[in-house]
């Protein structure tokens, strides 16, 4: 006897529908779309830029995108597709990855990591007869034998170009004879750089340049010389100790002047500048001048800089506030905070009635400082410093603004150097995953209430006294120095 099992029509086009559904569509165009969508619904400066380029701007940049992105099949890739759409709305506190350890341990596997770079380009040098080429070198070029951080690399001419290729490295994210970066000459016989990160990721610079004879700078990577020998200048020696410093110190440049070096204000590092100033405090408030350098530091948190604000501190600082967008993806932050162990009961009491705020106005940009504007008074002024020179430069970002901005409201302080980055108006970062759960995107919750009145993205802040190009960058300090101490 045959029994037959009758499936209803209806129960296998359900399950149809469900199996259809539970495949995450995870090709580039799909995510592109998601990140999209999740960009124009949630940044705080999405709106911004486009009514300062326009949205025809917008709609022919996205056009473009959305074209490239349906060729695409590999995620690196998509993602630098991704990062170049974000390009068009402002050139900091945006950013989008590769989440490569969605379903890895948090250390990944040295080989599946060797293995995911073994087609990186490689160029092969004959080490033997570049050694004899090099004793030949009388004057200092970009050829040769140059270290920065871990890494090793011989630099030689390849036709038009310069190719920096790895001779020594940690052996897992680099292996010995792949390209490390790559000079070319700019049209205007200046030359750039490509150089390639950690991770492999690109990194351009422009004006690349020899610093004496044995320093190559291209933007904050600094490259030092190990072969051919040539003689040092001290101090240029002494630029590349301030430059590669690994965190913050102070020195005694005279008996009228001190230095105080800050590579970056990432909170990691608040312990560490606190400490310098805790056990400097006596010659600090003793000494005429003091030059604080912060050339290279791209920001971090206000709180790794309010010990040094009492130093400068003459008449009350005014500090323009912000505004959040509220959306209910943008609120979660709230509640990620409510949640975060490390936060006190009066910190997750403030994020509570925040998130209350927020949630009463969707759509909208919410002060949650009603008065729109911070007054910081302090009850002592400080006779010393008496002068106070902060060097900055185009690397300056982020916090690394909102400090400068603060200081230079004293009256003792100045700012000597070049205009800034411009990286400060839309901040506060959020980060979110993809569906795919392989792709992360960083964008902003806030703007600033001085924009538009007093914006800083893509302006920067312009030095008091700017130091061109007849004063190379190692002399920075003895130029200031000199006119701190009014001497020539």
């Known amino acids: 006897m045959n029994c037959k099992i009758r499936i209803p029509w209806l129960f296998v086009a359900l399950m149809l529908i469900a199996i259809r559904a539970d495949a995450q569509d995870c090709s580039c165009e799909a995510q592109f779309r998601w990140l999209k969508k999740t960009f124009e619904e949630n940044d705080a400066g999405f709106s911004y830029a486009v009514s300062r380029k326009g949205a025809e701007a917008y709609a022919s940049h996205t056009e473009q995108m959305e074209r490239k992105v349906q060729t695409i099949t590999d995620l690196d890739t998509c993602v630098q597709a991704m990062s170049d ?18 379903a890895q341990p948090k250390e990944e596997n040295p080989a599946e990591v060797r293995k995911r770079f073994a087609g990186w380009e490689t160029y092969p040098i004959d080490m033997k007869a570049f050694g004899i080429r090099m004793k030949k070198m009388t004057v200092p070029g970009f050829e040769g034998i140059w270290s920065t951080g871990p890494y090793t690399m011989a630099v030689e001419k390849r036709g038009e170009e310069y190719v920096g290729v790895v001779l020594d490295a940690d052996s897992v994210y680099w292996m010995p004879g792949q390209v490390k970066m790559k000079i070319m000459t700019a049209p205007d016989g200046a030359f750039n750089m490509t150089y390639y990160m950690r991770d492999h990721s690109a990194q351009t610079f422009n004006d690349v340049k020899l610093i004496g004879n044995n320093l190559l700078q291209a933007g904050f990577i600094i490259l030092q010389r190990k072969e051919p020998e040539y003689k040092s200048n001290p101090d240029i020696l002494n630029y590349y100790r301030l430059m590669d410093a690994s965190g913050p110190f102070l020195e005694r440049l005279s008996e009228q002047t001190l230095l105080l070096r800050i590579p970056s204000f990432q909170h990691a590092w608040k312990k560490a500048i606190d400490s310098v100033l805790t056990a400097n405090h006596d010659l600090i408030i003793h000494t005429q001048n003091l030059i604080i350098d912060l050339r290279n530091n791209g920001g971090g948190s206000d709180a790794s800089y309010e010990h040094i604000i009492p130093y400068l ?123 795919c759960g392989n792709i992360q995107l960083g964008y902003a919750l806030s703007r600033s209430l001085r924009i538009p009145d007093m914006a800083i993205d893509d302006k920067g802040i312009l030095p008091d006294y700017f130091i061109d190009k007849s004063v190379p960058s190692y002399q920075w300090i003895s130029y200031v120095q000199g006119i701190l101490e009014r001497t020539k």
Do not use: C
């Not at 008496?386 to 430069?393: F, G, K, P, Q």
């Not at 185009?394 to 100045?414: I, P």
């Open 313 to 435: 501190y003459t008449n009350p600082i005014r500090s323009i506030g912000v505004e959040l967008l509220s959306t209910p993806l943008n609120n979660k932050r709230m509640e990620d905070f409510m949640a975060d162990p490390d936060w006190s009961e009066e910190e997750k009491k403030w994020a509570r009635e925040s998130l209350g705020k927020l949630k009463q106005h969707p759509g909208e940009f919410v002060n949650l400082d009603t008065s729109g504007v911070i007054i910081e008074r302090y009850d002592t002024v400080y006779a010393f410093p008496e002068n106070v020179a902060i060097l900055v430069h185009e690397n300056n970002g982020s916090t690394t603004e909102q400090f400068l901005l603060a200081a230079r409201q004293s009256r003792k302080v100045k700012l000597f150097g070049t205009t800034t980055a411009g990286v400060l108006d839309i901040s506060n970062m959020y980060t979110v995953t993809s569906p």
């Open 85 to 102: 759409w974000l390009k068009f709305f402002r050139s900091g506190h945006m950013w989008v990855g590769a989440k490569r350890d969605a």
